[in-house]
């Protein structure tokens, strides 16, 4: 069973730095009110999951498969949007009320920070591996 640590924290760097992108585009449409093919933004969030089947890790049992790292699984739309009362404004219904998305800012806010901690994570793994790596064949050379 060989475990690559590098491999592993790499897959998790793909994961979070999607993750990101996903945040940012959320944030960015989170004021929008209407998207190019009609109707309102529907905020998308990544799901990830370990790579390999489940099914396959829950048939073998206790026996464990080495981990191989994760992968984007999904994503999952919003529900939709929010009303909000806005008559003056040029999308409004005509009972006055325009969609928003629905989009927290705080929500994606948290998420980022939460998103940022995991990225930094995977980053140190690189960099202890790399450095395990480097002593091991210093060691290797004596």
């Known amino acids: 069973m060989s475990v690559d640590p590098v491999e592993i924290a790499r897959s998790g760097l793909d994961v979070e730095w999607q993750r990101m992108q996903y945040i940012a585009q959320n944030l960015a ?10 109707g309102v933004y529907r905020s998308v969030r990544a ?8 099914a396959q890790i829950v048939k073998n049992g206790s026996v464990l498969p080495a981990p191989q790292g994760v992968h984007i699984a999904g994503v999952s739309l919003g529900n939709g ?3 909000i009362y806005d008559p003056k404004h040029p999308q409004a219904s005509p ?3 325009v969609t928003y998305p629905d989009v927290d800012h705080a929500e994606q806010m948290a998420l980022l920070v939460k998103t940022a901690r995991a990225y930094e994570s995977n980053l140190t793994v690189m960099a202890l591996a790399q450095q395990m790596s480097a002593r091991a064949l210093e060691m290797g050379r004596r």
């Open 81 to 83: 949007g929010k009303e």
């Open 95 to 97: 009972r006055g009320f």
């Open 47 to 54: 799901v990830s999951a370990p790579q390999g089947a489940f």
């Open 29 to 38: 449409n989170e004021n929008s009110t209407s998207v190019a093919g009609g």
